[in-house]
């Protein structure tokens, strides 16, 4: 009997770390909603608000043919909020050698509720973020190359300043 216990009380604990919380799952991001500060951080970030029918995967080829530049599967942004976490799907890519982000703006986790990016923006299916010099005229580049696709009903550029809940772009 002495030995089944010190088996028990010697046994690796489960999903733990020896020193902490539970590990988490490889392939994600990990990011707490708080309150950073977005301006001065980042200075020329601008957002491409889109709204299509299309699947995640799908959106990210349709902007790879128009832009002219593949994007790429990255690894997965989890929100976490008090005891819930949230998993949003991000893509980047390149365009004229400034970096762009392509992030599902509803989180996907099935079965469970959903969360957005940028609440005040739930109508907005898909976020495309541009950093760098120039981004103002790169985003209204892009729009003008987005409007004329059948898959892409609305593509328009939207005013950081304004969008109450920016921060949450900072990851």
């Known amino acids: 009997m002495a030995d089944s216990k010190r088996r028990d009380a ?6 733990r770390s020896e020193h902490g919380p539970p590990e988490r799952p490889k392939g994600y991001q990990y990011a707490r909603m708080g309150k950073q500060s ?4 980042t200075p020329d970030i601008k957002v491409v608000g889109l ?6 995967h799908r959106v990210a080829w349709v902007l ?3 832009l002219g530049n593949g994007f790429r599967k990255e690894e997965d942004l989890v ?3 008090t005891d819930e976490s949230f998993h949003f799907s991000i893509f980047s890519g390149s365009y004229r050698h400034r970096s762009l982000r392509l992030i599902r703006n509803k989180s996907y986790v099935a079965g469970e509720q959903n969360s957005f990016i940028l609440p005040e923006l739930s109508n907005i299916d898909y976020l495309l973020t541009l950093e760098g010099n120039n981004a103002d005229e790169l985003a209204k580049e892009i729009c003008a190359l987005l409007q004329d696709d059948e898959n892409i009903q609305f593509a328009r550029q939207l005013e950081t300043k304004k969008i109450r809940s920016r921060e949450n772009l900072i990851f």
Not at 38 to 41: K, N, P, Q, R, V
Not at 51 to 56: A, I, M, P, Q
């Open 10 to 15: 010697f046994a690796p604990p489960q999903n």
């Open 38 to 41: 977005i301006d001065g951080a």
């Open 51 to 56: 709204v299509t029918g299309l699947k995640e």
């Open 64 to 66: 790879g043919e128009r």
């Open 79 to 81: 929100l976490e909020e």
